[in-house]
């Protein structure tokens, strides 16, 4: 019903940026919540950044100040701004969006298939 791609990953060296996108297509109504979150090897999934429909945007600590999250509601995409990374920073992220359909008028959690980003030292 709903797809999440994401798109931007890659190798990086440390203090450089990359910058992720992620498109929701389907059969949507309407798109709350946005959101990226991280999965190391070894480690649980973790959030990193989240934005409402209206802009309001929410930072794991780890990140602030070197990260920005920002979406363009018309194109139903989120993107996650990252600068300054670190090796740590090494991880697939991914793309989160809490979605109402337009099929079934139902809401859920969308998750999109990840993409890998390798901050090297």
């Known amino acids: 019903q709903v797809q999440l791609v994401e798109s931007g990953g890659g190798l990086v060296q440390a203090g450089g940026s990359l910058r992720l996108s992620c498109a929701a297509s389907?059969?949507?109504?309407?798109?709350?919540?946005m959101g990226w979150y991280r999965q190391a090897p070894g480690k649980q999934r973790e959030l990193v950044a989240t934005?409402?429909?209206?802009?309001?945007?929410n930072y794991a600590d780890s990140v602030k100040g070197r990260f920005t999250i920002s979406r363009d509601n018309a194109k139903n995409t989120v993107y996650l701004q990252m600068n300054s990374l670190k090796p740590e920073d090494t991880a697939n992220y991914y793309c989160?969006?809490?979605?109402?359909?337009?099929?079934?008028?139902?809401?859920?959690?969308?998750w999109g298939q990840g993409t890998q980003v390798t901050v090297s030292s």
């Open positions: 389907g059969s949507i109504f309407r798109i709350n919540a």
């Open positions: 989160n969006s809490d979605v109402i359909t337009a099929s079934t008028w139902s809401r859920r959690d969308y």
């Open positions: 934005i409402s429909s209206g802009g309001s945007t």
